[in-house]
Structure formats: structure tokens, C-alpha cells
């Protein structure tokens, strides 16, 4: 079946490569439609979407006055390039008009097109081709929490030369693959779909849990809580993808209030609290503040017991203070719930670090955030206390029976009605 590919150009700098690209995926059977942002001086050619459609969708109606902005004020003429070609590009899924996007080019290029790819669904094939994309810096900016390819061009994207039509040659293979083999992004599950968050310090306990979620008819989908992944099941739990959460690892709340490396916003709990999906939390990874290769924190924290996994992952242990703030935000946003919510409480420790006679050991700060949670929370927010530790086998049964039971409750409710 015909696939139409959307191409995000900037024309003004940059010809013969595009139309490189545009004959390439024609020549693969599929209809290519190349997008000109353009915003500093006249295209070499038109794109079949040009940039004065770009920026009059963006309120700019005339084009002069985007160029006369990109030299004195050029975030403002890339905003409405931005917001122009984001709209244009809606409409065109919108109506069934584009099934991928291939973003080529440098900086700027990447900034615009993987702006606009962060606007489309998860699942849509969204690739970019970048000379940027191997600079740590701003890939993660670039990418975020979203569904987005980068393809390291290496050479920079300034006209064809044999390294770069190797490149650009892989780029349309990818893209090209990517909308023959995609399934749609508008998919349907038969089985409700329950996240969990993860992470190797919790891995004895997250694994099984698998296993015990789908003998329960549950479709369980993990997610790497290292400030990304977490951050991104938070969106995907706004935009309706789960229908319950095991929260085994809530790190996300002390990497953030801390300032750590694992920080994952300002959502965590709350994203499934107010979406009204059940949810079992569990306090994996407050135990800890990820401060490798910070230097900053490294010697903030210097006099703290300190975890070495390698010069990356380095986590020190946080004290009772610390925990106590990490406990009034979990229980605010866990008070906010819209549907059943509980606490899963591990008395024998927290993460494989924490386990007695380990560097991060120290059962009075786990006590402390206990405590000041349990005297936060609703009285109808149970507490259940386990004499187990959090990383086991033992403990995934535990989160599943105790999800599953909240599931029933929630859907009991739903199918009585108000």
C-alpha cells in the first residue's frame, strides 16, 4: 500500500539534498510531500508545502517579516515556523494524509522538526537525520520522552557528497521501512494494559510481576524509571495508554526534588491519581540520589554513604530530612487519586542496595518516610506493611495480588455508576 512520507526541510539553505531524499522515496513507491520552514532568505525551490503556508499557519502572514525576525529575533521567527508547520502537519494526520515524518539537516532543522514530531501520535514513525545527533547535549532535548529516531549523519547535511548520500540513503531505507511495517498508531488492546516502573536495583521484584500480571489477564508494560522512561509513562498514562499502574519505583519524586540525575518531573504519582486509573506504590529508589558523573552533587554529597556501580551510576543514600519531604509530596498526590490507591510497604529495605550489611542500608530513614506518609495520607489510602524485602519474587506477588484486588474495586464502581 502507498504510504505518503512528510520531508521537513529548511529550503533556503539546503536544495539538492532534499530533493535527493524526495526521488528516493518515491522511487520505493510511496508519495513524498516536502514541508519548506524556510525563515532566513528566498528557497532554492518551492516545497510542495511552502514557507509562506508555514508561516501564516503560524499568525505570520507575511514572509519578509519572519526573515526581518530571524535577524533580529530569530526564535521568535522559528516559534512561528514552529507552530505553523506543527498545525499543517495535524491537519494532514488529521485526514489521513501522512503516515511518517523524516526530519534532515543540522541545528536548526533538528530543533524545528523534532519539535513538530514530539506533536504527533506514539507509534508514528518519526525518524531524524542529524549531524547533531551524536552531541549528548541535545539529543536528549531533541528527543525527550518521545518516540523519535535519530540517525547520526556524522558529516554534516550541506550538500550531496558520497559520505552523506550514504547516510541520507540509510535514512530513507529506515523511514521507508518503518511506515511499510507499521501497524498504526491507533491501536486497540483486548486486555487492559498495566505499566510498571522498573529499574535494576528493584529487577527480582519487577520480573516476576510480569509474569504474575499476565497469568491475571493483564497486558504488562515495564518502564526504565531513570527520569525518561518514568517521565514518559506518565504522558502516556495522560494520554489514556494505561488502564492501572504498579509503581514499584518512585525515585522519580527524590531525583527531583534533589536536583539528581534521574529527575522525572513533576508528575509522578500524580499523572495516574488524576487520570483516575488504580495504582500500587511502592517506594523503590527513594532510598537513593543518582549523583554520578555531577561533580556538583558528588561533592555536595561527599560525607553520604555512597553506592559505586560505575563512574556513571553512583548513588548516595538519603537522609531522614530528605525522605520526610519525599513522603508529603507522595502522600498530596496520592490524596488526589481518582480511583483505588495503596502503598505497598517492604520492611526489610527498599532496592538491592539497601539490603542489610549494603552501603545504603538504614532502616531509620525507611522508618521516618513511613511514618510521615502513613500520617499524610486518607484513611481510605491503606498502608499494607510486608516483612519481606522489596526486591524479591516475593514482593511482585504481593504488588500483583494487591493491584488486582484494586482493579476489581475500580471496576466494580465503574459498572454501578455515580
Known sequence: MKKTILIIANLDTRGAEFKFVKELIESRGHDACLLDFSMEQEPFFEGDITCEEVAKAGGITNIDKVRQLYRSERQKATNNQITGATKIVKKLLQDGKVHGVLGVGGGTSSLVSTTIMKSLPFGMPKLMASSMAGHPKYVGKYVGTKDITMLNTVVDVVELNPILKTQLINAVGAICGMVELSPGWEVEFDQPVIAITSFGFAERA????????????????????????????????REGWFQGVIDFVTRGIGEQLLGGNCAAGDDRVLAASESGIPQVVAPSGLDMLSVGGNQELLKRYSDRPQAVIDELRIEVRTAVEELEKMAVIMADRLNASQAPCAVLNPLKGWSSLDEKGRDLYDPVADSAFMEKLKSLLKPEIPVKDVDIHLNSPKFGEEAVTLFHQLYAEWQTAKESGP
Open 206 to 237: 519487577v520480573e516476576p510481576s510480569i509474569h504474575y500480571l499476565r497469568e491475571k489477564g493483564y497486558i504488562p508494560v515495564p518502564c526504565h524509571a531513570q527520569g525518561r522512561g518514568d517521565r514518559a509513562m506518565d504522558e502516556l498514562i
